[in-house]
């Protein structure tokens, strides 16, 4: 089973970025967007996470988001897999089946260092999700694969629409982080390479209801504990939540409780080596519970969107000097972003 956060110690906080809405790449802020920013580099600094409201995505745009999700989902098993996945890792793009992709993190692979299959031994324990990943249609590198327009119309047009808005709402957040931080100049640059319009991903998560009995007889999970390896990641999610945060100060997981008009923000690797250590890369997952807990109605179905933000794939991220001191040294040398990320998600797909 993955940990479950029968305790909450303290509650998520929660940051309004409507201050920086209709006012992209504003370098002198008023004193609204210089207090929001300082509110969402505290709590990130803090917990590695946060819940964002005012951040343009409004509630109805939510709940259109998340229909589009269920509607790709109830469709039948042929007509999504006319846009399957690859075998291998990249590219990582359209759909993938109950128990294709595993998560996992780095700890999972060293526990298995010496174990003939890494791959094998981490699916001992499926995933039990679907997915549908989605890249910008001006990524050079990985090319998107679509369903047959007739399988589910409009779906592309909605999807690289939604994608487009996405990466704005992402590029503002990154923006207020750096009026957060009094980041200027050369230092501020740097930190807005860490997102590239045309190489984040937006991605479609289904978790299927679970009956009790299942949970009783299989070893399953929904999500296990793992970091994202892009610079930061929001997501929205249904009513029915799920997702749990580990606080870096007590190892206990907080549940991000579901809010109107909210999504949440967690830091990724890359923001964590550029800042060098300054924010945390939250460790977060979906979990299972114990199926003694569970009702005789069993789990229902979760939906969630995610959208992971990356810089350019050649970018080779470095710590900023700023974030160091003649007693903090840099804990990172520099990384090229691909190069990072095939490393980490060298076990994610199995070649068939």
């Known amino acids: 089973m993955q940990p479950s956060s029968e305790t909450q110690t303290r509650p998520i906080a929660t940051v309004n970025l409507s201050s920086f809405i209709n006012k992209p790449g504003q370098l002198l802020p008023d004193p609204s967007q210089l207090q929001a920013g300082r509110a969402l580099v505290g709590a990130l600094h803090d917990l590695g996470f946060v819940q964002i409201t005012g951040h343009g995505i409004s509630q109805q745009e939510i709940d259109e988001v998340l229909a589009w999700n269920k509607a790709l989902f109830d469709l039948p098993y042929a007509d999504k897999m006319k846009a399957p996945h690859p075998p291998g890792p990249i590219p990582h793009r359209g759909y993938s089946g109950i128990g294709k992709e595993k998560v996992y993190s780095q700890a999972d692979v060293q526990a298995r260092s010496d174990e003939g299959d890494i791959g094998q031994s981490l699916r001992k324990i499926s995933d039990f999700k679907e997915s549908y990943e989605i890249g910008s249609e001006l990524d050079p590198v990985q090319q998107n694969i679509w369903l047959p327009e007739n399988i589910l119309p409009n779906f592309r047009n909605y999807m690289t629409t939604l994608y487009e808005k996405l990466s704005r709402v992402s590029e503002m957040i990154l923006h207020a982080i750096g009026i957060g931080l009094g980041l200027e100049g050369p230092a501020y640059e740097s930190l807005m390479k860490l997102i590239s319009g045309r190489h984040c991903q937006l991605r479609l998560l289904h978790y299927p209801a679970i009956s009790k009995e299942k949970l009783q007889d299989e070893l399953l999970a929904r999500l296990p504990a793992h970091q994202d390896w892009g610079t930061f990641t929001i997501l929205f999610q249904d009513h029915q939540g799920g997702l749990e945060l580990k606080d870096p100060?007590?190892?206990?997981?907080?549940?991000?409780?579901?809010?109107?008009?909210?999504?949440?923000?967690?830091?990724?690797?890359?923001?964590?080596?550029?800042?060098?250590?300054?924010?945390?890369?939250?460790?977060?997952?979906?979990?299972?519970?114990?199926?003694?807990?569970?009702?005789?109605?069993?789990?229902?179905?979760?939906?969630?969107?995610?959208?992971?933000?990356?810089?350019?794939?050649?970018?080779?991220?470095?710590?900023?000097?700023?974030?160091?001191?003649?007693?903090?040294?840099?804990?990172?040398?520099p990384v090229r972003f691909d190069q990072y990320g095939s490393m980490i998600s060298q076990y994610q797909y199995q070649e068939e």
């Open 249 to 333: 100060a007590n190892q206990v997981f907080l549940r991000a409780e579901p809010q109107d008009g909210a999504c949440i923000l967690n830091i990724g690797d890359m923001l964590q080596r550029f800042s060098n250590d300054y924010f945390i890369s939250a460790v977060h997952t979906v979990s299972v519970p114990s199926p003694d807990t569970v009702p005789p109605t069993g789990i229902p179905s979760r939906y969630s969107v995610p959208f992971f933000i990356c810089p350019d794939y050649s970018h080779t991220v470095s710590t900023l000097p700023e974030f160091t001191t003649e007693t903090n040294p840099s804990k990172y040398t």
